[in-house]
């Protein structure tokens, strides 16, 4: 009986692998995998959108309003003839005003009159010809002054001298002239009678085309015709006339001033 051992420890030995292949056979347990840390979100950038250029706002350059035009020579009644240097547009207190710049070079003066405003001023184009003609003829006349006192002849004179009327001013030139033979005049007159001469040796200058000089000349050629001055006797006797009415109208004014005093 001696082989029954062998026997034993063989089956022992063979069952071994089997336990060794059971074990194989179950896969290890794998380590959890650490979870990826989740990205920020990436905040969308915003769209650029391109800068528009400013706009310029372009001027309109208007050469024409109201019948009057850039660089025409108009009348203007309070400062006599000038030059329309352009028609600009300006905005004042937030509303846009059309504006004529007109210069006046002998008076070294710039004036800027509402477009809307022309008629309301009385501003008015160069006399015709035919009445710058009707203008002369009327300095051939009879000077007519009026037995008032002179502080309202003065009023009316210098009201026709700013009415921009070129008869009207001829006729304060015809009564204010005094020729070389007749007495002199008092300075409101002479005031005057130099304002009207002025407004009106411009006006003809610029519509004949010739200078001051020359218009002031025939201006003067036609006051020598007025039959007021063929009589120097005459004329003489009719200043002194003048001269006392003035004279008296001046003793008036101060009586009238005197009693306006008593009465306040």
């Not at 063979?14 to 292949?21: G, L, R």
């Not at 009057?68 to 207190?93: C, S, W």
């Not at 004529?100 to 009385?122: C, E, S, Y």
């Amino acid at each position: 009986m001696p082989n029954k051992p062998v026997k034993t420890a063989a089956k022992a030995t063979v069952s071994k692998p089997a336990a060794a292949k059971t074990a194989a056979a179950k896969p290890a347990p794998k380590a959890p995998v650490a979870a990826a840390p989740a990205k920020a979100p990436v905040a969308a950038k915003p769209a650029v959108k391109p800068v528009a250029a400013p706009k310029v706002e372009e001027k309109k350059v208007v050469t024409q309003r109201q019948g009057f035009k850039a660089n025409e020579f108009v009348v203007y009644p309070a400062h006599g003839v000038g030059q329309i240097l352009a028609i600009e547009e300006q905005e004042i207190a937030g509303a846009k005003l059309e504006l004529f710049v007109i210069n006046f070079i002998k008076d070294k003066m710039t004036l800027r009159v509402p477009t809307a405003k022309v008629a309301n001023v009385g501003m008015r184009k160069l006399s015709e010809p035919a009445l710058v003609k009707k203008a002369l003829e009327t300095l051939k006349g009879r000077a007519r002054v009026k037995r008032t006192m002179w502080s309202r002849r003065a009023q009316e004179y210098e009201a026709k001298i700013n009415s921009g009327d070129i008869v009207a001013i001829a006729e304060v030139v015809r009564d204010l002239y005094r020729s070389e033979s007749q007495p002199e005049q008092s300075y409101s007159e002479r005031q005057l009678y130099e304002a009207a001469l002025d407004r009106l040796s411009r006006e003809i200058a610029v519509v004949q085309h010739s200078t001051e000089t020359e218009a002031i000349k025939e201006i003067e050629a036609q006051l020598a015709k007025s039959p007021r001055r063929t009589n120097a006797k005459a004329e003489a006797t009719e200043g002194e006339g003048d001269a006392d009415s003035e004279s008296d109208a001046d003793d008036t004014d101060g009586d009238d001033s005197t009693v306006a005093d008593e009465a306040a």
